[in-house]
């Protein structure tokens, strides 16, 4: 006999969604129906609408959420297991986006790069900063996570930029980091410690590419803008 309660049975509904997806791809559903059907995997005898129209709304839409660390979604009164789906669900996107890069040459995959890190750190609660360590032809040897920070500032240590790339045996760099206020405009201090750092290694013969900021409201390049 099964063990839902027939007058809250939303079997019909959560069936209906998932032939919308599985016939139409991700755009059939609108971004609270996304997070409605994920919910339906750990929440199952209770309609999952108003709670992802709720968790939408609080998080500031469905990237926020998706992005969200595990501490602010406990916060948010998400039970553990929905908690999970909604990691897993990043880390897949994430890893889809990753693999894009991976392997190839990053200078012609700027679009997906720029779409990875967008995914990876424009929706941060706090300032973070990575580090793309390239080989001689430019395919990514490792993406680091060097610093995480406060609302407005990631601590960047010079040596250690120059450290670790000599101990990979790096080629070039990319900087990035993120501006938890949505907006991507580059700071005095920004362009003042990409220049520190390009005077550091220039000697050893890396290279730095780019330093690139990430907002939600989009990236900035400091390449593009002629800042280094």
Known sequence: MSDI????????HRARLRSRLIEGGPDALLDHELVEYLLTFTIRRIDTKPI???LIDEFGGVGPLLS???ESLAHANVSEAARGAILIARAAALRLLKSEVKDRPILGSWQALTDYLHAAMAHRATE????LHLDVK???????L???GSVDQAAIYVREVVRRAIELHASALILVHNHPSGDPSPSKQDIALTRE???ACRPLGIAVHDH???GSKGHASLRSMGLM
């Open 138 to 144: 430019n395919v990514l040897i490792r993406d680091e």
């Open 128 to 131: 973070s900063a990575r580090v």
């Open 52 to 54: 992802a129209r709720r």
């Open 5 to 12: 309660d027939p007058a809250h049975d939303t079997s019909g």
């Open 146 to 148: 060097v610093s995480e």
């Open 197 to 199: 750092i390009i005077a």
């Open 212 to 214: 690139v900021i990430v």
């Open 68 to 70: 969200a660390d595990p």
